[in-house]
C-alpha cells in the first residue's frame, strides 16, 4: 500500500470536507430519504441519557426487519451505561448511553426447526443469519437517527464485535450457534455531526447487469485510499492508518480461527 505524500493528503481531505451525499433534487425533501443520507457514524456522545420509550422503539425496528424465510436469525444483548459498566468494567464506548449488541442466532431456529435443519450447510446457515442480523442493525440504526438518536457500529473498539465474539461468548453465555456481529452504541451527539467518510462513487458500485461487472476506473481505488488515509490522520494525530490496518489484519486473523473452531470444532 503507497501511502499519498502531502498534496494527496490535503487533496484527499479536501475530498473528504466537500463530499455531500447525493439525492435526485425531486426527492431532497423525502423525510426518510433525508433521515438515511444524513445518517453518520458518531463517536462522541452527550451525558443525556435516552428515554425508555426512545429505545424500545428502536428495538422494535430491529425485531420488525426483514430477515430470509423470515427466520429472524438475531438476538440483541441490551445494556444501560450502567449495566455495561457492571459486566464489562469499563464504560460503553465514546460514552454512549445505550447499547446493543447484535449476535447472529441460528440457535433459536434450531429449538423450533430440529438440531440438523441445516446438516450438510453450515456455512450458508452462519452466512444467513449475518445477513438478517445485519439487516435488523440497520434497521435500528435508522430508527434511531428518525428519533434524533446518533448511534456507530463498532466491530473492534472496546472488544464489542465480531473481531472479539470468542470472547463475547465467553462473556454473554452464548450457546452454540450465536455468534456476536457488531455493538451498535447510542447516544445523543456532542459537538458538530462528522463529515461523510470517504464513499466510492456510483459508477464504481454500480453496473448495468445485462452489461456484467465494471472495473473501477484508473485512479478511483486510488483517490478513495487517499481519501481513507488522510481523514484517519486528522481524526487520530498519534497514529496511522497503516499501523491501524496491521491492527486489524492481526484480528481478523485470531477471529478467522475463532469463527472456525466455533463453527466446526476445528482445534
Known sequence: ??????????????????????????????????????????????????????????LEAGR?????????????????????????????????RRAIIVLADTHR??????????????????????????????????????????????????????????????????PSGVFALTTIVFGYAHGVYPPMPPRLPMETVSFDGAQGYREPAPGVMQSWLEQMIAGYKASHLTSSFEAQLRIYQNKIEQAEADLHRMIFGDS
Open 64 to 96: 420488525v426487519a426483514p430477515s430470509t424465510v423470515n427466520l429472524q436469525s438475531w438476538s440483541f444483548a441490551t445494556f444501560s451505561a450502567e449495566s455495561w459498566r457492571a459486566k464489562f468494567g469499563h464504560p460503553i464506548p465514546f460514552k454512549a
Open 109 to 174: 431456529d434450531r429449538l423450533a426447526l430440529g438440531t440438523d435443519a441445516f446438516p450438510h450447510s453450515p456455512l450458508m446457515e452462519y452466512t444467513l443469519a449475518v445477513m438478517n442480523a445485519s439487516l435488523a442493525a440497520m434497521a435500528m440504526s435508522i430508527a434511531a437517527e428518525a428519533l434524533g438518536v446518533s448511534s456507530v457500529m463498532l466491530s473492534e473498539t472496546g472488544r464489542s464485535g465480531m473481531l472479539d465474539m470468542a470472547w463475547l461468548a465467553e462473556q454473554l453465555r452464548l
Open 1 to 58: 500500500m503507497k501511502s499519498p505524500g502531502p498534496i494527496g493528503f490535503i487533496r484527499g481531505l479536501l475530498r473528504i470536507i466537500s463530499a455531500k451525499p447525493q439525492a435526485p433534487r425531486s426527492l431532497q425533501d423525502n423525510a426518510l430519504l433525508n433521515v438515511i443520507l444524513r445518517r453518520r457514524s458518531v463517536r462522541s456522545f452527550a451525558s443525556r441519557d435516552i428515554p425508555d420509550d426512545v429505545f424500545s422503539a428502536i
